[in-house]
T-cell receptor
Framework: TQLLEQSPQFLSIQEGENLTVYCNSSSVFSSLQWYRQEPGEGPVLLVTVVTGGEVKKLKRLTFQFGDARKDSSLHITAAQPGDTGLYLCSQAGNMLTFGGGTRLMVKP | NAGVTQTPKFQVLKTGQSMTLQCAQDMNHEYMSWYRQDPGMGLRLIHYSVGAGITDQGEVPNGYNVSRSTTEDFPLRLLSAAPSQTSVYFC???????????????FGQGTRLTVV
């Protein structure tokens, strides 16, 4: 099983600040997904990245896949309280497995 | 469109009791999975299935059984509940086939289980 390490584990910031969270593996990803989970809910897909060096933008969220396809980052610009949640990276084959997550709290 | 439905939403068990967590999906997805999520943690894969009649172990399978007799249903059985199995359980489904590495997983609302 490919281990996914996410950092930081916890992040508490003020509204309007920027932040970056990371997902790393010792093995090459064939593809990587980012999910967001809000309290009391199941995770919801944000993005899938497939190609090394790929950059995808979703409003204020920017996702980057490393050139070697062993790491990925999620950057949030001007964070808002609605961004609060648990951010999970995952890799899928027959099994869909997840990293430990980054818990983000954005204070008004 | 219901998506992925889990029942019950909440359950309290005594140590040693058995129970079945239900999961059903109406999207005709081949792949289904069960996860547990402990407080402040990510999701750990318990068991998964790539189609009716096919199941396999995930990262933390001990103490749990699954079966997949139909495409729609994927129940999770706790054989003899232990306090260490107190957790929130999520079921997920997704399309399989050649796109399995890229397809979106859809999750149920979770079952919050407490074992006393």
């Amino acid at each position: 099983t490919q281990l996914l390490e996410q950092s930081p584990q916890f992040l508490s910031i003020q509204e309007g600040e920027n932040l970056t969270v990371y997902c790393n593996s010792s093995s090459v990803f064939s593809s990587l997904q980012w999910y967001r989970q809000e309290p009391g809910e199941g995770p919801v897909l944000l993005v899938t990245v497939v190609t090394g060096g790929e950059v995808k933008k979703l409003k204020r969220l920017t996702f980057q896949f490393g050139d070697a396809r062993k790491d990925s980052s999620l950057h949030i610009t001007a964070a808002q309280p609605g961004d609060t949640g648990l951010y999970l990276c995952s890799q899928a084959g027959n099994m869909l497995t997840f990293g430990g997550g980054t818990r983000l709290m954005v204070k008004p | 469109n219901a998506g992925v439905t889990q029942t019950p939403k909440f359950q309290v068990l005594k140590t040693g009791q058995s129970m079945t967590l239900q999961c059903a999906q109406d999207m005709n997805h081949e792949y289904m999975s069960w996860y547990r999520q402990d407080p402040g943690m990510g999701l750990r894969l318990i068991h998964y299935s790539v189609g009716a009649g096919i199941t396999d172990q995930g990262e933390v399978p001990n103490g749990y059984n699954v079966s997949r007799s139909t495409t729609e249903d994927f129940p999770l059985r706790l054989l003899s509940a232990a306090p260490s199995q107190t957790s929130v359980y999520f079921c997920a489904s997704r399309r399989g086939g050649q796109g399995k590495k890229k397809t979106e997983a859809f999750f149920g609302q979770g079952t919050r289980l407490t074992v006393v």
